[in-house]
């Protein structure tokens, strides 16, 4: 059962500093940050972790990161899946990996203030986020990639559909911050989100024994208020191991940090912020003696797997850390109340 918090946990703690260097040390002269030291470039797994930067004021190497984004965008508003030195590995174009840079500029104007970045980066928000919305099908379900010869994957996935809709909430924010019109995001929003809260059968069900197909809805906003909580309770005791974390699939005996942090940001989304910071408790022997944190571990054995470290992990964590602790003013990013009071941003221009 899920555990009875009363209070927040004092001794939650994160080196923030240690933590970003550990990224920054991955990042190359352009820019681009690889999943981990001599692995591949994602470019969803690179915006997390130029927000995991933008936590601890490293400012300068988050924009290097994201002027790589600009720079290896397609003409139609895509990234390929994966790069290695800049070069395609995985040609698949995802519509969640697309759309992200949405989230990940608005994250950086929360922190900065900056308009000038959010103009600098516009075109290529709008570019991301035109090409998720160009795959979406009647019923507002997103499809989830082209094939890297130009096929379209009709499958919708519920994880990456609901990252899509948090994506299309910070386009938004941006088009209405910097007084632009934009036709048809918000229609494809409310599609979407209905889609996510009431038609799950329109989404790959393989999928739901993967974690993320759990809270996602929650972490972007789809699902809040009564129907958030219920969604947790449902699900808490198949995905979530007390002391360890949380399941990345629940048919496995591995948590890994990643969706454990991600967990916390959707409890803290909540406002659940005692039971966010006791799973956060749960994470904090699961680091190397440089402070970087495990990608997993398996239990009850204890066994680290894999032993990679990664950028994206450490990302998660401040993200995480910031949401429980009110470092920056993007702490309140996914916040449902902060979207709520918000409600302005997204009436804007059609």
């Known amino acids: 059962m899920r555990p009875n918090v009363s209070q927040a946990v004092d001794d ?42 933008c936590v601890a004021g490293r400012i300068t190497e988050a924009e290097l990161a994201y002027e790589w ?19 395609p590995e995985d040609k698949t174009r995802d519509t969640n990996v697309s759309s992200y840079i949405a989230v990940g500029v608005f994250h950086h104007y929360m922190i900065t203030g900056d308009v000038s970045f959010l103009r600098h980066m516009w075109p290529t ?9 160009g795959m979406q099908d009647p019923s507002g379900v997103i499809y989830w990639a ?3 010869e130009g096929g379209v994957d009709r499958m919708a996935l519920l994880t990456a559909s609901s990252s899509v809709y948090m994506s299309i909430k910070c386009a938004l924010a941006i088009a209405f911050l910097m007084g632009k019109k934009v036709s048809g995001w918000k229609m494809g929003l409310e599609k979407l989100g209905d889609a996510i809260r009431n038609r799950p059968h329109l989404f790959n069900m393989m999928k739901s024994r993967y974690s993320m197909d759990w809270y996602y809805p929650i972490l972007c906003g789809a699902v809040s208020g009564a129907d958030a909580r219920k969604r947790v309770d449902k699900s ?3 995905f979530v191991v007390p002391g360890w974390g949380v399941r990345c699939v629940s048919d496995r005996p591995w948590t890994t940090v990643a969706e454990t942090s991600e967990l916390i940001i959707t409890l803290a989304a909540m406002e659940e912020y005692d ?6 408790s749960w994470i904090q022997d699961k680091r190397y003696d440089d402070g970087s944190y495990w990608m997993g571990v398996t239990f009850p054995d204890a066994v680290v797997w894999p032993e990679e470290k990664t950028s994206w992990t450490s990302a998660a964590v401040l993200l995480a850390y910031d949401a429980l602790n009110n470092l920056t003013p993007a702490s309140r990013l996914f916040n449902h109340r902060f979207w709520d009071l918000s409600e302005q941003w997204l009436s804007c221009r059609r």
Do not use: H
């Open 12 to 53: 939650v703690f994160v080196d923030v500093d240690t933590m970003a260097a550990f990224i920054a040390g991955m990042q190359k002269k352009n820019g681009e940050i690889p999943c981990s030291l001599g692995g591949k470039t994602n470019p969803w797994d690179l915006v997390e972790s130029a927000m995991g930067l």
């Open 69 to 87: 984004m600009k720079c290896f965008q397609l003409p139609e508003g895509s990234w390929y899946a994966s790069y290695r030195d800049g070069i």
């Open 125 to 133: 928000v709008k570019a991301g986020v035109d090409y998720a919305l």
């Open 146 to 148: 082209k094939s890297g």
């Open 236 to 238: 808490w005791d198949k």
């Open 275 to 280: 039971e966010a910071a006791k799973v956060f």
